[in-house]
């Protein structure tokens, strides 16, 4: 198999440090350790560095005149303990010089590897239990335990726990061999195509998942599914779960209509920049290249190989 780097938000950027979660003591003293480091997240937003690189903003002391939720023990990273807080204000708050809050679909793929996975996780967190603030039980408010990583039920009587939660989905490349078949929505940039996906339901296998979706947005029939990668997508908390498959038929409609157009592009199509792909962030973006370079030898990400039939 063919050596791949990791997609963004992905990898072993640190050691989560699980067994010293329910560590009470050991998290106190590590809170005030002067090595500790501190990230914070507001409206889902992650406090950036700015500059000509940027780069996340790692506190030293947390943020003590902003209204907060308690914070979260990320683990161990760069041989720091990393705690995330969450500021609860209307305005985004001002720390450092030189930061803001910014939104990591757009600045992800501009930070390191690492930082850009430390700031995914936080903010995975933070909406997992913006959403667990009431126990699902019995109804009485939640609180935070074990380094933030279980909201537990504060009623005594029930002390029901909610675990993080993760939405699994499928996403695919179809393709008839030289042809990839690909869709957009309405609401996407003019001319912009990408792969098919859409959520894994209760009960179903995930090579059930991918011919379903597939089926349900465009009317193709596939099979031959293989798994291919999977990334970490915190927007708001899914888990993007890769696969290749082929096209048992080639007939395209948008039957459910959540997608605007579907359609079967060729090789040349892609490498002459015929369609607009997803960013190279996603794994939508790599699931594409992969095939591309399987019949070409080349790659997307230095842009179009060649000329359009136009130019």
Request: aromatic share 10%; net charge negative; with cysteine.
């Amino acid at each position: 198999m063919t050596h791949r780097a990791p997609h963004i938000f992905a990898g072993p950027y640190l050691d989560r440090e699980s067994g010293v979660r329910v560590d009470e003591a050991r998290l106190a003293a590590w809170r005030t350790d002067p090595l500790a480091r501190w990230v914070v997240v507001w409206r889902q937003q992650s406090l950036i560095s700015t500059g000509e690189t940027p780069s996340a903003t790692l506190l030293t002391t947390p943020p003590t005149d902003i209204p907060a939720h308690g914070s979260i023990f990320l683990g161990r990273f760069r041989g720091h303990p990393i705690f995330a807080i969450e500021a609860e204000t209307e305005d985004a708050p001002v720390l450092v010089t030189g930061t803001q809050f910014m939104d990591l679909r757009g600045v992800g793929g501009q930070l390191p590897a690492d930082e850009a996975g430390l700031l995914a996780y936080a903010r995975a967190l933070f909406y997992w239990r913006s959403r667990h603030r009431f126990c699902g039980a019995c109804g009485k408010p939640t609180q935070p335990s074990d380094g933030g990583h279980v909201m537990r039920c504060s009623d005594s009587a029930c002390r029901h726990p909610s675990f993080p939660r993760i939405d699994p989905a499928i996403i695919v490349l179809v393709s008839d061999g030289d042809r990839a078949l690909l869709g957009r929505q309405a609401s996407w940039p003019a001319g912009r195509y990408s792969t098919i996906a859409g959520f894994v339901e209760p009960g179903e296998s995930l090579e059930d998942a991918v011919a379903r979706e597939v089926r349900e947005e465009t009317g193709v029939e596939v099979d031959q599914a293989r798994y291919h990668s999977s990334q970490p997508w915190p927007f708001p908390s899914s888990l993007m779960l890769g696969f290749h498959a082929r096209a048992a038929t080639t007939d395209v409609f948008c039957p459910d209509g959540e997608l605007e157009d579907a359609r079967f592009f060729s090789v040349h199509d892609v490498g002459s920049g015929a369609v607009r792909l997803p960013p190279a962030t996603s794994i939508s973006f790599q699931l594409i290249d992969d095939w591309f370079c399987s019949h070409t030898g080349l790659s997307l990400r230095g842009g179009i190989p060649w000329p359009s039939a136009e130019t």
